[in-house]
């Protein structure tokens, strides 16, 4: 293998398995946000870093700065030069629209609960429709290593997980539409809209809302700048076997996600840095976690810390940390920096629905509607709620994105299931 040359998916095992081989220059925003989508696609992938012109000519590009890069090589020889990602999923057979003018059940958000949702619901006879705005996974398609999924005692990679479950929701006969996104929905009794980004309306009987929750942001100066050059937001699955032995990550964050992040990159690096604002692990990581953080003599964990700069005109070079309880600051070399301080759920869509949703935004369901005479919209059903059911009928919320839920893969998928039973009893009483 060439420098610079490296296997990015470990499902790669020989050339002929490669689908795509994708090159261009490391810090390139670009480049990494195809890697990620790749990664997350469970496509397998080649990535060929491109460090001179003299290698930037041997493939057939003019020079380093060439810019036709990141250039993508599918394995029948189509080249996409710097594709977007819509590009790229068209190009997998990904990228489509609805088939029918009207669906029993439409989902919203393609994670463990929206996918489980479309297996059950399309399995059990109902035309479903999962519409995801990136690609399938959600959170847990970031996640290098799922260890307490039940059934898989070794562990299980989320882009496996998701992609197992993608295909078992098509073998139903859901519709997947990627790279879609949800952005208003008017709900009536017996009928819910959706309308997506691109003017789609996708009109259903009952709705099922699993759209999780986003990665929350550090609001620090040069954030927006430096993102994807250095700085990146989850845990960073793609990037991980693509880091130099010699490198230092630092990886912010106290909780499983970033602890899962933490104990991949040791496995690639010479240095990890967890950086957390508690004084303790003990509060938000699992057990096991904790023991190989702290067992694991190439992870380093900094207590009471935050990041307050980053330095770096085309990238990342310079984090500034703070100490919050002496304010002492320093400032230390670094070129990659991992973000995994979860989330907050997205639903303002849901204000102008009139959902009621909790003061964090979560959507409120069932038991957890406070007080149905004090809703946003009058709850027009002499019923109250179903488990699942939010403040308007017909429209379920499951996993992440509902008040009060586990914030597990495990609870996300359940939910997605038991949705799917109250959509049945509120269609069969409608
Ligand atoms: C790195 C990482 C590691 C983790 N590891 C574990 C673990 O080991 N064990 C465990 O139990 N849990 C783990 N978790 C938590 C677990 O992944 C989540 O609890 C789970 O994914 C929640 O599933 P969900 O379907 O509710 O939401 P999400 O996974 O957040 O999925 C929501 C989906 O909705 C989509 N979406 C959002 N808005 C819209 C819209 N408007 N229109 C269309 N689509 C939309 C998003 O793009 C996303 O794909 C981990 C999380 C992370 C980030």
Redesign the pocket.
């Given at each position: 293998m060439s420098p610079g040359r490296q296997v990015a998916n470990p499902r790669v095992s020989t050339n002929h398995d490669i689908h795509v081989k994708v090159y261009g220059t490391a810090r390139a925003s670009r480049a990494y946000a195809i890697r990620d989508f790749l990664t997350r696609g469970d496509v397998p992938f080649e990535w060929i870093e491109i460090r001179s012109d003299a290698q930037a000519r041997e493939v057939g590009l003019e020079n380093i700065a060439d810019r036709r890069m990141p250039l993508c090589v599918f394995s029948d020889g189509t080249q996409l030069e710097s594709p977007t990602i819509r590009q790229i999923a068209e190009k997998l057979g990904w990228y489509h629209g609805a088939t029918r003018a009207e669906y029993d059940l439409a989902i919203?958000?393609?994670?463990?609960?929206?996918l489980s949702a479309a297996v059950y619901g399309a399995s059990e006879g109902l035309k479903t429709v999962l519409?995801?705005?990136?690609i399938v996974?959600?959170?847990?398609g970031?996640?290098s290593k799922?260890?307490?999924?039940l059934g898989f005692p070794a562990g299980v990679r989320?882009a496996d997980l998701a992609e197992a479950a993608r295909e078992q929701a098509l073998k139903f006969g859901a519709e997947i539409l990627m790279l879609?996104?949800?952005?208003r929905g008017d709900f009536q009794p017996g009928k819910g809209t959706g309308y997506l980004a691109d003017g789609t309306r996708i009109v259903a009987h009952a709705t099922i809302c699993?759209?999780?929750?986003?990665y929350r942001r550090l609001n620090i100066p040069d954030e927006d700048r430096l993102l994807g050059a250095g700085l990146y937001y989850?845990?960073g699955a793609s990037e991980a076997s693509l880091c130099p032995e010699n490198e230092h990550v630092f990886v912010i964050g106290g909780g499983?996600?970033a602890g899962?992040?933490v104990m991949n990159f040791a496995k690639y690096v010479a240095k990890v840095t967890m950086i957390i604002r508690r004084g303790c692990l003990q509060a938000t990581l699992s057990q096991y976690l904790i023991d190989r953080i702290l067992a694991n003599p190439r992870v380093e964990v900094l207590y009471h810390t935050e990041v307050t700069d980053l330095h770096g005109e085309s990238c990342l070079r310079e984090i500034t940390l703070t100490n919050r309880e002496t304010g002492e600051q320093r400032t230390l070399p670094g070129k990659k920096l991992f973000v995994?301080i979860g989330g907050d759920p997205?639903t303002d869509?849901a204000i102008e629905a009139g959902i009621a949703r909790d003061a964090e935004g979560y959507i409120l369901t069932g038991p957890d509607i406070p007080d149905l005479l004090q809703l946003p919209k009058p709850w027009p059903l002499e019923r109250h709620p179903y488990f699942l059911e939010s403040s308007i009928p017909g429209l379920f919320a499951?996993?992440?994105?509902r008040h009060g839920s586990i914030?597990?893969?495990?609870s996300?998928v359940g939910e997605g299931a038991m949705a799917v039973a109250f959509v049945h009893r509120y269609l069969a009483a409608s």
């Open positions: 919203y958000g393609a994670g463990p609960a929206g519409i995801e705005r990136y996974g959600g959170q847990a970031t996640s799922i260890e307490n999924y989320g879609h996104e949800g952005v699993a759209t999780g929750v986003s989850g845990a499983n996600s899962q992040a995994c997205h869509w499951a996993g992440d994105v914030k597990r893969c495990a996300a």
